[in-house]
């Protein structure tokens, strides 16, 4: 447990930010799928470093290989799909000195408390480069909800630091979301949010913000009572990854203020049969919001304490993003889709057989 | 799955709001704890109907029955704790029109979509209702916690529709949240809080709002990387109550407008050898903030669909809480225990052989 | 952990011996499954105790009480389905001396050991008491295989102490198996069990036997690699029976004395477009046999240890069954059909979306 | 699931017999664990094939890579352990008359059947190259339960064929087993049977047999109610290695021939406190048996079906072990110790906290 993730469709990760790689199995994916092995290089290069200025100038290609589970390297098996990508650029020198202080808001001393070991390089399990597991899993569950219900998984950066843009998530799309380096599907917004991204990395700093996610055309009748509701299992999903702080679905937080009869989405009849509402504050289309914050490593110096337990101060030398969310963005989605991918098979199984 | 959750304390839940009762079992309590009957009772009654006028008027007693896993009534055997309540108040005529006509916002449509088949009264498995088995087991859970670690978990009404109360994670008591029936700390602000709900349910409308919970002296080293975060596991606990929009940890949302060196806990020295910080935005002892939407089920008229796909429309008859906070404040409690036991003996399972 | 077992398909039991009652909690049984509520009622007939002379005398009636996840007591809602069994006949005065004296190779100082406290009366968890809520769990499995696949599970003693019937598993029927109160469907053999069983209680010894059970028209495609195969799921949940010490599968231990080309089964063209074989070692339908010892609770006098390490002896004073097998047919019966029923859905889940 | 194998203790294998490779995820090992790396490779070599004459001549050196959750390559960090063999030796050419016609009761069909679809060269994932991961993990494993306990798991070929040894399993060492290629400790009767497979193997046949397997000084109090009992747990574990189709635990199915007075295992006090028994058919320390059925790939011409379901026959062209027994004994400690592993963090996590 801890590094795997859902029921029928479940994932394992595996691998430290320095070592010999990171990487995936997929168990539970549906026999018979052809897999569009370019599209989950595709969604691992939205995540990796060094893809822009406003992101770690660290270069790692990050290739994946398809270890197992399919037929001719394109048709799943219905046995688990495990994929790795190999760890190139180490540089441990540049983490030296954090081996030893550790990082305030950071996982360091998490790990040295509860394991009395840690990782002494790069971030060990808590590195971003553990996400490349998920985001290439997310990609295959992508696939799969595309191919069954039509549904897409779409995120992009809603706020970066007091930078907000208001977005319609019914009208964005993919291309819109990929025209910047920023990922905010509002051009003009976008350039103001790299430029405070810039400002921000310029002073040794760094920013946080929020990000948003829409699910089109999910599958009817997904979500399970009493705990693995879809909202209980997104916000699990979400909020494991690296810096999340918050979770929102629907009207969220602001709808609280709303009294019931504002609030209450009205039923009307629709022509296909399916259910439709007025408003979409419950959730026809599934919309949820995620709070990252601020990367904890910078490089302006703080007072922390060293692992001898001696008040010291650090500053960090590596190469860190000044702003998780544009690389975040593909990550999300890619939980999302694991979740859905998951909840599909779980209804199938149970509310199928007549 | 659906109705379990957790993994080495792990419960699981049944029972509609109209049957034979409902309850909840268990599994993986260590052995050998002398457990307060009395006071699994007390937390049943703080989340019972008709505990004050602005809740309910429903009058269930809610007296829960100990199956199983008890040597003389007492002391837990290591063995499944079976809990049952049974159902006294029915009154199945009050839903009757629900039956036909879906109320907005409400599960009744989705179970439909689901399984083709509904509970046909009183909300069935959604009923507020299924979270008995919950505040039963979390306050095992808590029992637990306590003895182990000293650990107290402790939750408040922080927000009524637009009424907020300023409340300080670290000094905030129980008896000073028992004092009045809003369940806030702040008795002024309850006062205006009690007010506004009497005033929203004389419309025959509902409010909602925000629910904080602290958890004091949590054992060191819990969470595990990287799926079942602390954060991550909380969140789904929360985020499977009924009525439940938005989870925020720490800073939260608000902290996604600092910067790195303002966000950051910077480490200090202590003396018991505890790592310190100076501020809590990632958390020292834990703090969440959970968002409660209003009541879905209003006596106001509103616009819907029957059964038959028609346009109709609806105003409930039935009793119902014109604002969930103040009876959720234990179910949050709850919920936050049960992940902190699971993850105390999952800690203890990898981490204490040597 | 430990008290549930299945995946999708998932029991959860609960109950000691002496206490408020026993019984079981069903997750994840389909919607719309209209259930033979008198059928399962007819399953606990089948196991409880006092039903002829051979079994212990006790008489407990064993009405079961479906508490939840019905709509009108009859039909599923694919919510939990607990069902509940009082503790009627309890005397705990019998046990009395075995609180003190372990018994010979009964679990009471397994679970000493163990937890470091145990139920003082009756056997606690380890009673057979605790099959109730397989059994009960079980006749809804049975009637789920039915519906869907057609599927029939059948069990039979096959051999008492050194009395071995020789039965056709595609033959047998389940009136020859009721017909006679040992449960040996050949009825001659049957006449000669009981007279050994009777013996055998005389001297206040008790003996053992193999119990052999036959799915029929098992769905096609069940099973997973390679963890998860039928066999090792089918042999974890009958050696989870109390006193089971052996599981064999098609050709079993004896099949292990073939050469390949002997052991093979060949396949052979069939009408229906079905795989069909010309044997049954690997199993075109599924027959498995299984070992239990003789009951350890015996009115003989044995060499033992009482709870402060001194030597002593021990004659059981309670009612025990001389032969556990005739009561163990529905167990068997059960867990086979769990173990179908659960595979059934992962099946549907993974392979049913194209 | 399915693929993977375990609640604390838990692994993931992955890998088809051509592709990538073959691999296994560990999560859940205890931190600050020194690995011996070269034990892993050690028990790999023991269960490679080529490594004699009476096993497949097949040539692969099987080297393991560990990819993950070491520190400086020996410590465990208590994060995910991912082991990775690559495969070397290929050659689908040998396999091509298989793909088209069912090898008869070989897991093929069945693949076909479940999925529609299968790996169509050397047997896919149920290839016995799927065990690799198996004995990697478990060779973590016992190194734990060593440390931990001093508990040792030995495995040894008890009977080929019709051919068997008598072994007494306290008395028995690793030394004696590896000392001849068969792995029967009794050094004349080994002698016979390696004569036994050259014999069959000329024949182009194939034969099975038992292989026992004892646990000495496991830890006290493992195993838990009802259904996760150690006998359930190991009897599932060694049923799902491939060609397996009997498991016995103490007595086995001999023991059912005895009367409970002749059977029980008697306490007697002992100088340690611990509980000993004068006998052991219930189980101080552990002994199981397994049966293996005779190798399904054959030389000899045999009887089949092919993919278009039409007659034909089928003489296997692969290089294919005629006897399995002498690789599947690490592959039988590996699976014991697996389980044993898994069973001591559930016993430390439920009943180590007081």
Chains 1, 2, 3, 4 share one sequence.
Request: contains cysteine; glycine residues 10%; proline residues 5%.
């Amino acid at each position: 447990m801890g590094s795997s993730f859902g029921n029928l469709f479940r994932i394992s990760t595996f691998g430290e930010s320095h070592g010999g790689g990171v990487g995936v199995i997929v168990e539970g994916c549906p026999p018979r799928l052809d897999l569009d092995l370019e599209e989950i290089q595709r969604e691992l290069d939205r995540r990796r470093p060094g893809q822009s200025h406003i992101t770690t100038p660290r270069q790692e290609a990050d290739r994946v290989e398809v270890l197992s589970g399919l037929l001719d390297g394109t048709t799943t098996l219905g046995t688990p799909i495990a994929m790795l990508v190999r760890n190139k650029d180490q540089r441990p020198g540049d983490y030296k000195d954090m081996a030893v202080a550790f990082r305030p808001s950071h996982a360091d001393a998490t790990y040295q408390v509860k394991y009395g070991i840690q990782a002494r390089s790069g971030g060990g399990r808590a590195s971003a480069r553990e996400t490349i597991g998920r985001v290439a899993a997310g990609a295959i569950a992508k696939q799969l909800l595309r191919k069954v219900a039509g549904t897409e998984v779409l995120a992009w950066v809603k706020r970066i630091h007091t930078i907000e843009a208001s977005i319609d998530p019914q009208g964005v799309n993919l291309a819109d979301v990929e025209s910047n380096i920023v990922r905010c599907p509002d051009q003009q917004i976008a350039g103001r949010m790299v430029e405070r991204i810039e400002a921000i990395g310029r002073e040794g700093d760094s920013c946080g913000g929020v990000i948003e996610c829409v699910v089109r055309q999910p599958r009817n009748g997904l979500g399970m009572p009493v705990f693995d509701k879809l909202e209980a299992d997104l916000a699990k999903a979400v909020m494991s990854l690296p810096a999340t702080k918050g979770f929102e679905i629907g009207s969220g937080f602001d709808g609280t203020r709303l009294k019931g009869s504002e609030h209450n989405d009205s039923f009307i009849p629709a022509e296909d049969g399916r259910l439709r509402t007025v408003t979409n504050n419950s959730g026809e289309s599934i919309v949820i919001r995620v709070a990252f914050k601020p990367t904890a490593t910078i490089r302006k110096e703080q007072q922390t304490v060293d692992s001898d337990g001696n008040a010291t101060t650090l500053a960090a030398k590596g190469r860190h993003d000044p702003c998780v969310l544009p690389r975040a963005v593909p990550m999300v989605e890619a939980m999302v889709a694991l979740v859905l991918a998951d909840h599909l098979l779980r209804q199938q199984g149970q509310c199928s057989l007549w």
